[in-house]
């Protein structure tokens, strides 16, 4: 079979580490009754080994070539290929309680992530490799130069551990940054707590959108001196300050007031 040539516009670079994927698939545990969904299968170095410890498995994957390629090499009882991009795919389709893995493109991954977020209440886990970078960001603690509005908005509906790192030389061609492994899993509906998602997003969004300026100015269209007081914080405060549960109360703080 002619070697895939690796497509910089799709953000492909194929794992190739034998120990790495071991770890993976270590990390995944993958058992006979899962319904496993891997994003961008690639070259199958994750695809075969999940396929061996599964009955069936479900692939998402945009590249035309690479998707002929699964379909003439394996067979429709064992894989079934959804070509598309998974930042348009309906992961609902496919049932509950999915399983979700994949080496995600680094060019899409931050978009990807708040889209799979949608999908929380199907999911079980996830296991995805990132830009390390981006895996700081995920799980970052407050007041910390890597806590943003990524770290706010996924934490929300995820726990999030950094499972290991995985350098350039585990990948065709090699990445010019370091990678790693994330697991995911959502929280329950009773630890979210906020009334409005759409109102928490504005309030997250409003508050990162200048990092070196204090709350009491970047929530300036929100939250008024009164507002601050009767929410018994410090309008002196940078967003990167807050915690989760700091961003829900003064969401659902909003929410009351605007019914009230």
Do not use: W
Request: a negative charge.
């Amino acid at each position: 079979m002619a070697k895939h040539i690796a497509r910089k516009r799709f953000g492909q670079h194929f794992l190739c580490d034998n120990d790495i994927i071991d770890g993976i698939i270590h990390a995944i545990r993958p058992q006979a009754g899962d319904k496993l969904v891997e994003i961008g299968p690639g070259l199958g170095a994750l695809t075969v080994p999940l396929m061996a410890n599964v009955p069936h498995l479900d692939v998402v994957e945009l590249d035309r070539d690479i998707i002929e390629r699964l379909r003439r090499t394996h067979s429709a009882e064992k894989l079934t290929v959804h070509a598309g991009d998974a930042l348009d795919f309906d992961f609902a389709s496919l049932g509950d309680r999915l399983r979700i893995v994949g080496n995600l493109p680094y060019n899409i991954s931050t978009p990807l992530l708040f889209h799979l977020a949608e999908f929380a209440p199907q999911i079980v886990d996830m296991h995805f490799m990132l830009q390390k970078e981006v895996v700081e960001r995920m799980v970052a603690q407050p007041s910390t130069h890597d806590y943003g509005r990524l770290t706010v908005m996924l934490q929300y509906r995820f726990e999030m551990e950094s499972l290991f790192d995985v350098p350039p030389t585990a990948f065709d061609p090699p990445p010019k940054v370091d990678s790693a492994i994330v697991r995911m899993l959502p929280r329950v509906a009773s630890e979210m707590g906020a009334y409005n998602i759409t109102t928490f997003a504005h309030v997250v969004s409003s508050a990162f959108a200048q990092r070196r300026k204090t709350i009491r100015n970047t929530l300036a269209g929100l939250l008024n001196p009164t507002d601050f007081a009767k929410l018994e914080l410090d309008s002196q405060r940078r967003a990167e300050t807050l915690s989760v549960a700091e961003f829900v109360h003064i969401a659902n703080y909003l929410t009351n007031k605007e019914s009230s």
